[in-house]
C-alpha cells in the first residue's frame, strides 16, 4: 500500500490567526472563485513533499528521523511575505514564504538526505519552504494584488512531522504518522 506524505513544521496558533487573515483579505482577488482555499486548521510549513511513499518506507522514515534530528535545536521561522507560486505545470499555490533561514535550509537539506537515504525519489531542485494558504490551476484569471502582503510572523520550529495527504470531500486530509521533537532553544 502506498500513501501521499509530506514532511512539514506546525505553527503556532497565534501564526495560523493572522495567516487566516491575510488569506481573507486576499479573497477579493479571487473573482471567478479559482482559488481553493486551505482551512487554517490545515496550515503548516511544508519541507519536502515526498509524494507515494510505500508503508515500510514510512517506518524506515521514522527510524531516520529520530536518529538525524535527535541533536537538531528548534529555531524561529520568519515568515517574510505571501506570494503566488507555481509548483508544477499545472498547479499554482498563493503561499506564505520564510525568509532566508539557514537553520531552516539545514534542516531542509537533512530531511532531503533522509528521504534519498529512505530511497524515495523526490525533486527538491525548484521546492520552497512554504505554507499554502490557497491552491489554483496554473491556467487561471485570479487578479493578482499589485502588491502582495509583507508578513513579519514568527513561529517556533520545535518539531518536524511526516504527514499523510488525503483527499477528502472538502479539500485534503491531514494524517499526521510520526513526529519528532527537535530540542529546546533554552
Known amino acids: 500500500m502506498r500513501i501521499r506524505t509530506f514532511f512539514a513544521l506546525r505553527l503556532n496558533n497565534s501564526v495560523v ?21 486551505v482551512d487554517s486548521d490545515h496550515y503548516h510549513l511544508t519541507l519536502c513533499f515526498l509524494g507515494d511513499t510505500a508503508l515500510e518506507q514510512v517506518e524506515q522514515l521514522e527510524i531516520l528521523t529520530k536518529k538525524q534530528l535527535k541533536d537538531e535545536r528548534s529555531f524561529q521561522v520568519c515568515l517574510a511575505k505571501v506570494s503566488y507560486y507555481e509548483i508544477s505545470q499545472r498547479l499554482s499555490l498563493i503561499a506564505a514564504l520564510p525568509a532566508e533561514n539557514e537553520a531552516l535550509k539545514s534542516l531542509q537539506k537533512s530531511v532531503a538526505n533522509m528521504v534519498k537515504t529512505a530511497g524515495i525519489k523526490s525533486d527538491l531542485a525548484d521546492f520552497k519552504p512554504h505554507i499554502t494558504l490557497g491552491k489554483l490551476p496554473n491556467t487561471n484569471k485570479l487578479k493578482h494584488p499589485k502588491k502582495w502582503p509583507e508578513l513579519n510572523l514568527h513561529s517556533l520550529a520545535d518539531s518536524v512531522v511526516l504527514l499523510q495527504s488525503k483527499q477528502g470531500e472538502h479539500g485534503s486530509v491531514y494524517t499526521p504518522l510520526f513526529e519528532v521533537d527537535l530540542q529546546d532553544l533554552a
Open 17 to 37: 490567526r493572522q495567516l487566516a487573515d491575510h488569506a481573507d483579505s486576499l479573497c477579493e482577488y479571487d473573482r471567478k472563485l479559482e482559488v481553493n482555499w
